[in-house]
């Protein structure tokens, strides 16, 4: 059995691939581009935890927590080839899709980079979920990580994925309408609509994971060697707000608050969202559900 896990040099997709392969003697690939640390750079940022090469890390998770189903494949997921090439080749029973353009702001410095995020985000989902149909691999449980983003923010607590339409004495669930505010939330927007398509259509198990803002530096895994380490982005358009405040109190500075500092947003640890993630992809087959399946992942 193989696990694929995307995005697997980022900031929750490289913790997740090594909690998954401490809990499996099945392969576990890895697969990303690298755009996160040319996007980093691009802004003149750095991760504030010194992230080793590729492989330094593979070498690092085999030395430390004797880690051999680990391996990692460099390619770039909006190239349909290359996925239709990863998918026939290693057939994967599980997809755990964590890459993605995963900045608003980013996405919000002009239309070529908001352009770039949406035609990179939703041109990968798309090659995934058309490459599971086109090969014969609709058994394949697809979990994507979105964000509780796609919700937007209503003054009303957040649903699990659907809403209660009432219209003329008639009532239906429906999907939550798209209320992204960002360039970069509408991907996630789309990447839910097109898991829905694709499950409705090809019949793909599907757990769409939407996660909160994510904070932290560390798991389990990662603590036991500093090349291990994940990053820590604490720059404006890559940290979230719980780094950057981090970030700003420990040197100092005074902490930047945006807007009127009134707004409620949902968050997750970092252990936290490894920890899901890894349950998704470890569930037994004949215990998953055979759906579509919405999931908000907070830290309570």
């Known amino acids: ?20 392969a401490s809990r499996t003697d099945d392969r576990v690939l890895l697969v990303d581009n690298f755009a996160r640390r040319e996007w980093v750079d691009e802004v003149g940022s750095v991760s504030a935890t010194p992230v080793a090469p590729i492989q330094t890390r ?6 430390t ?15 349909k080839e290359f996925v239709d090439e990863i998918l026939a080749v290693h057939e994967p029973e599980t997809i755990i899709h964590t890459a993605a353009q995963p900045s608003a702001p980013y ?6 980079r908001a352009n ?16 599971l149909e086109e090969h014969d691999l609709t058994d394949t449980h697809f979990v994507e990580t979105t964000t509780t983003g796609v919700y937007g923010a209503p003054e009303f607590p957040i649903p699990e994925g659907g809403a209660t339409m009432e219209n003329q004495g008639e009532r239906d669930e429906v999907p939550f309408p798209a209320m992204a505010g960002s360039w970069y939330h509408l991907t996630k927007s789309h990447d839910a609509a097109n898991m829905r398509l694709a499950h409705q259509q090809f019949d793909i198990p599907i757990s769409d994971v939407r996660t909160a803002i994510v904070y932290g530096t560390q798991t389990e895994e990662t603590r036991a060697d500093d ?7 604490f720059d404006y358009y890559f940290g979230t707000v719980a780094h950057r405040f981090a970030a700003q109190a420990v040197a100092g500075y005074p902490v930047t608050v945006y807007g009127k500092g009134e707004q409620r947003k949902p968050f997750v640890s ?7 993630l890894a349950q998704l992809a470890l569930i037994d087959p004949d215990e998953r559900p055979d759906d579509h399946v919405v999931y908000n992942q907070t830290t309570r």
């Open 227 to 233: 090349r291990l380490n994940t990053r820590f982005d």
């Open 65 to 79: 927590h004797g880690l051999t189903n680990l391996s990692f494949v460099e390619g770039d997921l909006t190239n």
């Open 58 to 63: 593979l070498d690092a998770a085999e030395e």
């Open 270 to 276: 970092l252990e936290d969202a490894v920890e899901g």
């Open 1 to 20: 059995m193989t696990i694929l896990v995307t995005g697997a040099d980022g900031y929750v997709g490289w913790p997740t691939a090594l909690r998954i």
């Open 116 to 131: 770039y995020t949406q035609h990179n985000n939703l041109q990968a989902t798309r090659n995934l979920l058309w490459g």
């Open 107 to 112: 996405s919000q410095i002009n239309g070529e």
